[in-house]
């Protein structure tokens, strides 16, 4: 299996400007979960879905934030607009209903905001 | 709620020392216990998991025993190297299906291991 995918791997842009971050699940996978990691903050769960519904978007930090899941296979994280503190690690993972339910991660996509 | 307590770092020690990473939980019924490596500029990797008490997980040299009476899920390995500079997360999932399956993450723990 390919593992979770995720793009960009680098993303740098200026503040104000929009960024989407993507994610391709496991395929099968039940659940696809993202977050965000800085030194500060650590680890933080932004949202995640349940068979392509959100099911707790409590983590994401303000309406800038957005994400959506439009088929199994595909999800997107948008920041619009861009703040340069919301630089930091964005991972994706997915995992699935049944067994212990370990999430597998992706590699992440480091978002730098000047 | 569900928490996860990590010990905090950086623990460094010498190649071919023995580690030991405690981690404890609180959680309501019988959780799903993991520990999860993340290397420099990579993401979280599952290095080892547990689903019931007494379990013991194991994976490259490390291992973690599932002790219900202490709540506990501490991470052992006999000899470390230099390629197990990481830091190591502890976490837990709850067991019920149909209710949230966001995993309860430790703040991490790095380990540096020099020569």
């Known amino acids: 299996d390919a593992g979770v995918i995720q793009s960009p791997r680098h993303e740098v842009t200026e503040m104000g400007q929009e960024v989407t971050l993507r994610c391709k699940p496991i395929s099968g996978h039940d659940y696809l979960f993202w977050y965000r990691q800085t030194m500060m903050r650590g680890l933080e769960l932004l949202i995640y879905f349940n068979n392509n519904v959100p099911i707790d978007d409590s983590g994401m930090p303000e309406d800038r934030f957005s994400a959506k899941m439009p088929n199994a296979s595909f999800s997107t994280l948008k920041i619009q607009p861009s703040e340069p503190r919301d630089s930091a690690v964005y991972f994706c993972?997915?995992?699935?209903?049944?067994?212990?339910?370990?999430?597998?991660f992706g590699p992440g996509t480091r978002l730098t905001v000047t | 709620g569900n928490s996860v307590t990590q010990m905090e770092g950086p623990v460094t020690l010498s190649e071919e020392a023995f580690l030991t990473i405690n981690c404890t939980y609180t959680a309501t019924g019988y959780p799903s216990l993991f520990w999860y490596v993340q290397y420099p500029g990579e993401g979280l990797q599952l290095l080892l998991k547990?689903?019931?008490?007494?379990d013991k997980g194991s994976n490259k040299g490390f291992e973690a025993t599932y002790r219900k009476e202490t709540t506990s899920f501490h991470l052992e390995k006999g000899s470390v190297q230099v390629s197990d500079s990481a830091v190591y997360f502890c976490?837990?999932?709850?067991?019920?299906?149909?209710?949230?399956?966001?995993?309860?993450f430790g703040t991490g723990t790095r380990l540096q291991v020099t020569l």
């Open positions: 547990a689903t019931k008490a007494d």
């Open positions: 993972a997915s995992s699935l209903e049944a067994g212990a339910r370990e999430q597998y």
């Open positions: 976490a837990l999932a709850p067991r019920r299906t149909g209710t949230a399956s966001k995993l309860t």
